[in-house]
Every structure is written in C-alpha cells, then in structure tokens.
C-alpha cells in the first residue's frame, strides 16, 4: 500500500530515488536506498514501473549519530565533563556496547577520567594502572582507530590488558591536543560484536576523538591563560615600586598595592 502509494503522481517516464525505512523480521528499524521508474512505451500512459534498492542502514545510522553528536558538542549549557559524558554515551549507544571511557596518559601512566556504563573490572574514574597493561598502549601514538571484534582471539588473548578488563569487541582512537597526544577514547563489551566493524565505525571514534581533543585543548589554552592572568596580577600587586595601568583618557584601571600604601 505504501508503494501504490509513492507512485500514485508519477508522469510517464519519471525517475525517483528516496531512501524508504522499515521493519525487519527481527523487529529492526532498516532503511534503503530505493530508485523507480514509471516506464511508459507512448510516453503519456504508464504500463509498468520498475523499482531496485540498496540497503543504507549503516549510512542512516552514521549520519543520526554524527547529528546527534554534533548536538552535545555544540550544547552551551554543558560543562565540559557533562560534554564526554554525553559523547560518551552516544557513542556507546551506536557501537552497541557496555561501556565507554577516555583516559590520560602521563609517562608510562594510564588514568581513567572518565566512564560511561558498566566497567567489569571495578575500574573507576581517577585509577591509573600501567600504560603497558592496556589496549591504549598498543595505539598511543596512532592516527588511526583500533578496532578488535574478538580480543580472545587476536594477539591480545591472554595478555594482562584481557584479562584485567575482561573486554570481547573493543574500538579506540587515540586523543590528541596541541601538546601531542592526551590518551584515548574506547568503546567496550563483554561479548563479541555480531558483525565486524564498519568503515562508519572506525570513522565515528576518529571524530569522537578529534572532538574530545578539541574540547580538552580549549580546556588546556583557558587554564593556561588563567594561570598566566594570575601570575602577572600577582607580580604587580607585590613589585616594590609604585605602578599603575590607565586607559587612553587616563583614568586609572589597576594600580600597585605599593602605590596603594
């Protein structure tokens, strides 16, 4: 019925392409890819219409999940910490996955900033382990995502970052700031991803982690700035000679404590 229904105003020969959704046998939501032509052989009346699709669900998906990102990156009204929470959570939601978290290294340190989920291994926010012992250390200084559908079965198995994390399906991209590289974002679950992971996948944990990054140096750049406010406010308070900071007109915007005195 819907189909008559799309095609109900079509003029002899005319060629359409929308992206049609519905319901699979497992009760998912799919979309595809649909292309239709009315063929008409007098070019007035139509005798038939021929109509091929292609499945883009993995496209639809990606692109509601980069909207949807795009949404918390920009939210003014969240703090930064409430901000990778959010991504943290979209991005869990799309890869279909227990848990998620970013982490900072420093020196051969690993520290847990912040998770999203459950985390089977009791880690919480603030722990720090060894970088050697987790999957972050193998990718640290990589531009690209890690991605391991079966971690019992790669190279991995049995190394003190499986055992310790108990993880299955894992995806990873490293952060990076302007000083280099922060440490990482992943995307974890107990058992194994049905399917591989995508070029859509790998893709999303490359712009949830350029995003972290752009977040985390702007968070750097502004404490920076806060710092060296302070230092300069706390050297013209205590020089030892009498100094002051006037405008144009000269009225006087701060003066020294010494001048005060």
Same mark, same amino acid.
């Given at each position: 019925?819907? #189909?008559? &229904? ?11 392409? +929308?992206? &049609? ?5 497992? /009760? ?7 292309? %239709?032509? @009315? ?12 109509? !091929? ?6 496209? =639809?998906?990606?692109?509601? +999940? ?7 990156? +920009? ?10 929470? =959010? ?14 978290? +970013?982490?900072?290294? !420093?020196?051969?340190?690993? =520290?847990?900033? /912040? ?13 720090? %382990? &060894?970088?050697? /012992? ?41 952060? #990076?700031?302007?000083?280099? $590289? ?13 399917? $591989?992971?995508?070029? =859509?996948?790998?893709? #999303? @944990?490359?712009?949830?982690? /350029? ?28 020089? $030892? ?21």
């Amino acid at each position: 019925d819907s #189909f008559k &229904e799309s095609i109900s105003d079509f003029r002899a020969n005319e060629i359409r392409s +929308v992206v &049609e959704s519905y319901i699979d046998s497992d /009760n998912i939501a799919r979309f595809a890819n649909t292309h %239709t032509r @009315a063929i008409s052989r007098d070019g007035v009346v139509i005798h038939e219409y021929q109509a !091929s699709g292609q499945d883009c669900t993995d496209e =639809q998906n990606y692109r509601a +999940v980069v909207d949807s990102l795009f949404s918390v990156f +920009v939210d003014d009204h969240l703090d930064l910490d409430d901000k990778i929470d =959010q991504m943290l959570e979209v991005g869990k939601n799309y890869y279909q996955m227990d848990c998620a978290l +970013v982490g900072m290294v !420093s020196g051969d340190e690993y =520290q847990i900033t /912040n998770i999203n989920g459950t985390v089977r291994s009791g880690v919480k926010e603030g722990d720090s %382990t &060894e970088l050697k /012992n987790t999957l972050s250390g193998v990718y640290i200084d990589s531009k690209a995502s890690f991605a391991l559908q079966h971690v019992s079965q790669s190279e991995f198995a049995g190394s003190i970052a499986h055992t310790r994390s108990l993880v299955e399906s894992y995806m990873g991209a490293t952060v #990076f700031t302007g000083n280099g $590289p922060y440490g990482t974002v992943s995307f974890a679950s107990y058992t194994a991803q049905e399917k $591989p992971f995508s070029n =859509q996948h790998e893709s #999303f @944990a490359m712009l949830v982690s /350029n995003w972290i990054g752009f977040l985390l140096e702007y968070k750097e750049q502004a404490e920076f700035l806060q710092k060296q406010t302070e230092h300069y406010k706390s050297l013209f308070d205590n020089v $030892p000679v009498m100094m002051f900071l006037c405008d144009k007109d000269g009225l006087m915007l701060s003066v020294s404590n010494r001048l005060c005195k």
